[in-house]
């Protein structure tokens, strides 16, 4: 009974506020009480990062993902390795609005590397960024359910918004920027040095990537695998893990991850 109240108390902020509670929401609670981090999960479901275009209160949904969020605020690169559907991409453009209306940074740079871009390119329709935007939708649909269709319009046209491909970084300095490099599990090791060191002054990063869907040719490390690697330890950059645990899709995404990590893991899987 008591362990019962003590979940009603922790998920008492987001009932309030009129959300509706998640298999995720009470899973997240369950495991701050397990842990003695209950103070951590009640801070966690007091905050709102901001408010969708439709409404919707956006927030962290799960410990580590408050911690994402405060590694964010706290480190000028943050790097964030998981597997699909745990927040990292969308989080990490949630504070990076945030930072642009609040005048913070000038400039949102989200790119991604276009791994199938290279001969097959040639064979899709239209001038390069139509050939290029598939790659990015998913930037764009972030973009979109936060500041709405128009809005991300009118600042992608004025520049202070811009999203594109990795190969467009190289060579510049991105000064004044929050800048999101995405799917950074296909870059290759040259390719992450290259858009680390754009980084320039009053200039935040974001590295976000789930190194159990690289796409690279075999044999080829992954330049995220080796920046979490040669990164550790280094003053001013936070590097946080996502599990199964944090998948806030629909629930079924939570028991795909996880069958597919166990055929990983296996004998066989490998």
């Known amino acids: ?119 097959r390119l040639g064979f899709l329709p239209g001038d390069l960024q139509q050939k290029v935007d598939p790659y990015l939708r998913p930037l764009y649909d972030a973009l979109h359910g936060l500041l709405g269709q128009e809005r991300t319009t009118q600042l992608l046209e004025k520049g202070v918004i811009e999203v594109a491909p990795l190969a467009f970084m190289r060579g510049r300095t991105l000064a004044d920027a929050f800048v999101i490099l995405d799917e950074a599990q296909n870059t290759s090791c040259a390719q992450m040095r290259m858009v680390l060191t754009r980084l320039g002054e009053n200039s935040r990063m974001v590295v976000t990537g789930d190194t159990t869907q690289i796409d690279l040719p075999p044999g080829q490390l992954s330049g995220l695998v080796e920046a979490a690697q040669v990164l550790q330890g280094v003053e001013g950059v936070a590097i946080c893990r996502f599990s199964d645990a944090d998948v806030v899709r629909h629930p079924l995404v939570q028991r795909l991850v996880q069958a597919y990590a166990r055929r990983d893991a296996s004998p066989q899987g490998r």
């Not at 008492?12 to 929401?25: H, K, M, Y």
């Not at 905050?47 to 590694?71: D, F």
């Open 1 to 119: 009974m008591e362990r019962l109240l003590a979940l009603f108390q922790l998920l008492e902020p987001l009932w309030q506020r009129g959300e509706s509670i998640s298999p995720v929401d009470i899973q997240s609670a369950l495991t701050a009480l397990d842990t003695g981090r209950s103070d951590q999960h009640r801070s966690m479901g007091l905050q709102v990062l901001a408010t969708s275009v439709t409404g919707r209160p956006l927030r962290p949904r799960t410990l580590r993902q408050n911690s994402y969020v405060e590694a964010i605020e706290r480190h000028d690169l943050t790097l964030a390795i998981g597997p699909a559907g745990t927040g990292k991409t969308f989080l990490a453009t949630i504070l990076a609005v945030r930072m642009l209306q609040e005048r913070k940074v000038e400039r949102l740079v989200l790119t991604r590397p276009a791994v199938e871009a290279g001969e």
